[in-house]
């Protein structure tokens, strides 16, 4: 059993940046994968970044390739997901996960966060 809790989310001005956290809890030797995804309304869940437990693997979505860093720190249990150069598509509701497999496909993890909203105004 993992708990995510992320936070950082809110309102961002167009250009800006901003950067989410998300501490686990629990069993954290079981998150071998973490992952940022995002989803609007009638939209499917997409992959942000996701990242391995020694970050020997990272994974971008081609939409944010250039502008999104992801890491981690596991002595503090906490992945982090900074983003810049924040357009208005960039606007969703941003979900941590976690699960024992490296993948970019949301349906193979395991645990998720509350999530955490997103507003790219301009």
């Known amino acids: 059993q993992v708990q995510l809790v992320e936070s950082g989310g809110g309102l961002v001005q167009a250009g800006g940046a901003l950067g989410l956290s998300c501490a686990a809890s629990g069993r954290t030797f079981t998150t071998a994968a973490m992952a940022w995804f995002r989803q609007t309304p009638g939209n499917e869940r997409e992959l942000v970044a996701a990242i391995t437990w020694s970050g020997s693997r990272i994974a971008y979505a081609d939409s944010v390739k250039g502008r999104c860093s992801i890491s981690r720190d596991n002595a503090k249990n906490t992945v982090y997901l900074h983003l810049n150069s924040l357009k208005a598509e960039d606007t969703a509701l941003y979900y941590c996960?976690?699960?024992?497999?490296?993948?970019?496909?949301?349906?193979?993890?395991?645990?998720w966060g509350q999530g955490t909203q997103v507003t790219v105004s301009s």
């Open positions: 996960a976690t699960g024992s497999r490296f993948s970019r496909d949301y349906s193979l993890y395991d645990y």
